[in-house]
Each structure stands twice: as C-alpha cells, then as structure tokens.
T-cell receptor, first 113, second 113 residues
Framework: NAGVMQNPRHLVRRRGQEARLRCSPMKGHSHVYWYRQLPEEGLKFMVYLQKENIIDESGMPKERFSAEFPKEGPSILRIQQVVRGDSAAYFC???????????FGPGTRLTVL | DQQVKQNSPSLSVQEGRISILNCDYTNSMFDYFLWYKKYPAEGPTFLISISSIKDKNEDGRFTVFLNKSAKHLSLHIVPSQPGDSAVYFCAARRMNRDDKIIFGKGTRLHILP
C-alpha cells in the first residue's frame, strides 16, 4: 500500500520559469492538502482540495499560484513566473475524509536560481 | 498571528531520560491536537493525537497531555531513544470541519548518547 507520492523530489528553476509539483494521494484518499515549509519555519497551509474541487485556498498567494485535483491523475501545484522567495519545501498530504489525520508525502524541494 | 506556538526551537535530552516537548495555542475553537515527527528530507509522520474531550492519551513511549484551561499541550517521550532525534511539530485543527491543520514551527529534539 503505497503512501503519498510526490514528484519530483527536487526541482530547480530559474526566475520567471514555471514549476509544476505533483502529488498522488494514498489509495482511497480523496482529500489533498498542500503545505509549504520555508527555512526555519513550520509548515504553512496553502490549499485543500477534493476531487475536482478547491475547498479552501486561503493560504495560497493570489497571484502566480494555482492548484488542481482532477478526476483522474495526481494533484498539481503550479507556480508561474517563480521568484527566489518561492524556494521552499512543498509537502502534500492526503486523508480519506476531512476529519481524519493527514498523511504526508516526502515533499518537493524547489530551488529558484 | 501564530495560533500554535512551540517556543523552544531545540531541546537536548540524555538517552533513557524523559523528553518533554511543549506547545501552546491561542484559538479556543481548536478541538483536536496532533503531534508529527519529521526527519530531514522526509515528510512529517503522524505520531499521536488527542481530542479536547480528553486530557491524556498514551501510545507506548509517547504520551500527550492537554490542559484546555491553559491552552497548553505537551508530548512526553520516555525513555528517549536515539531514533527519537527529529523535529517535532505540534498541530491543531477543528474536528468535523473542512479545516486545515495549523502547525507550530517545530522543536528539534537531540537525544544525546
């Protein structure tokens, strides 16, 4: 029973490029959460999605960031025109329902040059 | 405004002794609390949780205590083992709501030989 999978594990982008981070939740999990961890900081909530719906995006910057969780395939966190301040570890978590513990993936470490 | 606070960035404990990690919260609407453990280059893993209807939950070497009046919880690890060296995140949420988990900044625990 595979856990939450994220790819790539490491992503390097130059300023102005696009970053696409993928998350495959655990089997049977229909709730996906994205968190960002900046250096020396805790995890900050970004967005919560269920299949084909964004439930809460209150933690996501209004510009350049978007997320989706299509009916088929992984959840995608997309960052357009990346800047150095976007460099961080991005973690995805999944759960079978909103009231359950969340299980985290290994994260994608984004470095913007 | 940080709703979940872990005021000790790091803690060193002798192997075999008790480790006590502390956490304070400000939002009285939180009714479910979690502890996650994180190793470098890995995602957080769920450790133990407690509902606000309880004041103690025990799982093997790990015990979480909740003091609702003080809005304080603590994680006790006894006896501490070398593999316990990690970053521990305190987190809180409102159960039965489509709400994200709010994380503290973490405490880095070093178990000394």
């Amino acid at each position: 029973n595979a856990g939450v999978m994220q790819n790539p594990r490491h992503l390097v982008r130059r300023r102005g490029q696009e970053a696409r981070l993928r998350c495959s939740p655990m089997k049977g999990h229909s709730h996906v959460y994205w968190y960002r961890q900046l250096p020396e900081e805790g995890l900050k909530f970004m967005v919560y999605l269920q299949k084909e719906n964004i439930i809460d995006e209150s933690g996501m910057p209004k510009e350049r960031f978007s997320a989706e969780f299509p009916k088929e395939g992984p959840s995608i966190l997309r960052i357009q025109q990346v800047v150095r301040g976007d460099s961080a570890a991005y973690f995805c978590a999944s759960s079978p329902g909103a009231a359950n513990e969340q299980f985290f993936g290994p994260g994608t470490r984004l470095t913007v040059l | 405004d940080q709703q979940v606070k872990q005021n000790s960035p790091s803690l060193s404990v002798q192997e075999g002794r008790i480790s006590i990690l502390n956490c304070d919260y400000t939002n009285s609407m939180f009714d479910y609390f979690l502890w996650y453990k994180k190793y470098p280059a890995e995602g957080p893993t769920f450790l133990i949780s407690i509902s606000s209807i309880k004041d103690k939950n025990e799982d093997g070497r790990f015990t979480v205590f909740l003091n609702k009046s003080a809005k304080h919880l603590s994680l006790h690890i006894v006896p501490s083992q070398p593999g316990d060296s990690a970053v521990y995140f305190c987190a809180a949420r409102r159960m039965n709501r489509d709400d994200k988990i709010i994380f503290g900044k973490g405490t880095r625990l070093h178990i000394l030989p």
